[in-house]
């Protein structure tokens, strides 16, 4: 059972240049999600997914896409990579369908993106 | 939206200190409250979390945190720190819904 697990862990892009970061939990959990986290303010929701094809807007989705592409996987794209994307991102996942408040949300490693 | 304050950026201490580290937040209605860990190298994890009941939560490795409602603080205490402790620490809250806000985390150093 290896929980959430994330690729690549670190990446260097140049501005424009384009990724996608890939998530995947074996937990068969309902709920996903795409954090980014950045020196001093904490971790900030970009994207949510309720279920299997279903995204929500987080606090800072601008210049982010997701897909949902089956209950395990949950990837991140950046279209058009910009510096102030370099950040932590971190994929997480829980168990209730549309995201029952209380439900732990279970982390993955990260991934360390610069882009220059 | 709720917003999280932590009050301590960086806390360095020896072993067998006390440790108090505090957690504010905005929101006025029903919150469940969690805070997470981050060893060095490893993943976020959950420490302990509250979302009814007894205020005085009690969670992994010695750790508790009491909510206060009338003082919109959930306070992480471990009465006896150990170096394994060395480690950051989110506050976290949401509105019993997904959008978990976080604080900005404080460091915490403990010196053997």
């Known amino acids: 059972n290896a929980g959430v697990t994330q690729t690549p862990k670190f990446q260097v892009l140049k501005t424009g240049q384009s990724m996608t970061l890939q998530c995947a939990q074996d937990?068969?959990?309902?709920?996903m999600y795409w954090y980014r986290q950045d020196p001093g303010m904490g971790l900030r929701l970009i994207y949510y997914?309720?279920?299997?094809?279903?995204?929500d807007k987080g606090e800072v989705p601008n210049g982010y896409n997701v897909s949902r592409l089956n209950k395990r996987e949950f990837s991140l794209r950046l279209e058009s990579a910009a510096p102030s994307q370099t950040s932590v991102y971190f994929c997480?996942?829980?168990?209730?369908?549309?995201?029952?408040?209380?439900?732990?949300?279970?982390f993955g490693p990260g991934t360390r993106l610069t882009v220059l | 939206a709720q917003s999280v304050s932590q009050h301590n950026h960086h806390v360095i201490l020896s072993e067998a200190a006390s440790l108090e580290l505090g957690c504010n937040y905005s929101?006025?209605?029903?919150?469940?409250l969690f805070w997470y860990v981050q060893y060095p190298g490893q993943h976020l994890q959950l420490l302990l979390k509250?979302?009814?009941?007894?205020?005085l939560v009690k969670g992994i490795k010695g750790f508790e945190a009491e909510f206060i409602k009338s003082k919109f603080s959930f306070n992480l205490r471990k009465p006896s720190v150990q170096w394994s402790d060395t480690a950051e620490y989110f506050c976290?809250?949401?509105?019993?819904?997904?959008?978990?806000?976080f604080g900005a985390g404080t460091t915490v150093t403990v010196r053997a």
């Open positions: 997480a996942s829980s168990e209730a369908l549309s995201g029952r408040g209380s439900d732990t949300q279970y």
């Open positions: 937990m068969n959990h309902n709920s």
């Open positions: 976290a809250v949401n509105s019993n819904d997904y959008k978990l806000s």
């Open positions: 509250y979302f009814s009941g007894d205020p």
């Open positions: 997914s309720a279920s299997e094809g279903t995204t």
């Open positions: 929101y006025g209605g029903t919150v469940n």
